[in-house]
């Protein structure tokens, strides 16, 4: 079966399935694992709440990482593949604004960052409406190898006029994006790799993430059926809070 990418993106869910379905992994991965540092997905319901933005990541902690905001206007989709040949990163020289750096610059000591040039095609055609998210902070400095978007009033989701690189790895948005097949059998296959100590003694059980991805309601007897040694019940109902997943007596 073709995986999820900027070159399969018919099987992205609509926008309220895959707000839940971001919402559900990043449930999953807060039960199983308690230390935030080490989870791929997390989820933040009060992103923006001027502007009633959520919003999701994703991150392996070797710099590969998908966002995707939810807005009034749509969603959008935004990922950064280090081994991409479209990353194309640069480190440029700042100009000195202040008499300080002036000087400073003058004796050798030159300020420097890292910039991006996107990829031709790949925001190119993006709508306005996505650009302070896209140009703003925090995905300005994570970087732009894909991005796809979808406008409320759309039916299908986007990308830009793009021209990939020859090599078989693209943009590398099959290698991220798939877990946005909406499969639980997908979820459970990762987790099993990733988490995989922590299914030593136990086994993860698919109708219980099928659970989850259903957004049914969390109870202490599902949660302690995924981790037996999850304890910390009232900093999980904060996470869960601030992902948005409904919970039961905890």
């Known amino acids: 079966m073709t995986k999820i990418s900027t070159k399969n993106i018919s099987k992205i869910p609509d926008i309220d399935s895959l707000k839940k379905l971001c919402k559900a992994l990043a449930t999953l991965d807060a039960i199983i694992c308690r230390e935030w540092e080490l989870r791929y997905y997390s989820y933040d319901k009060n992103w923006d709440t001027t502007n009633s933005e959520e919003f999701f990541s994703m991150r392996d902690g070797s710099g590969d990482e998908f966002q995707i905001l939810f807005c009034k206007e749509g969603s959008i989709i935004n990922g950064q593949a280090l081994e991409s040949e479209m990353c194309n990163w640069k480190e440029i020289e700042v100009k000195p604004k202040t008499l300080k750096e002036k000087i400073s610059n003058a004796f050798g000591k030159k300020e420097t960052e890292m910039v991006q040039t996107i990829w031709k095609g790949v925001v190119d055609e993006l709508p306005t409406e996505f650009n302070h998210f896209i140009f703003g902070e925090p995905i300005k400095s994570k970087g732009t190898t894909f991005c796809i978007w979808r406008l409320n009033n759309q039916t299908e989701w986007n990308i830009g006029n793009i021209e990939f690189p020859k090599d078989k790895y693209g943009d590398g948005s099959e290698d991220l994006i798939y877990i946005l097949d909406n499969e639980p ?61 409904e919970y039961e007596d905890l």
């Open 185 to 245: 059998k997908t979820y459970k296959k990762w987790a099993l790799e990733y988490f995989d100590e922590t299914f030593e003694e136990h086994k993860l059980q698919l109708e219980l993430v099928q659970h989850i991805y259903d957004n049914k309601p969390l109870t202490k007897e599902i949660i302690l059926k995924i981790n037996p040694q999850l304890d910390d019940f009232q900093e999980l109902k904060i996470e869960l809070d601030e992902i948005g997943y």
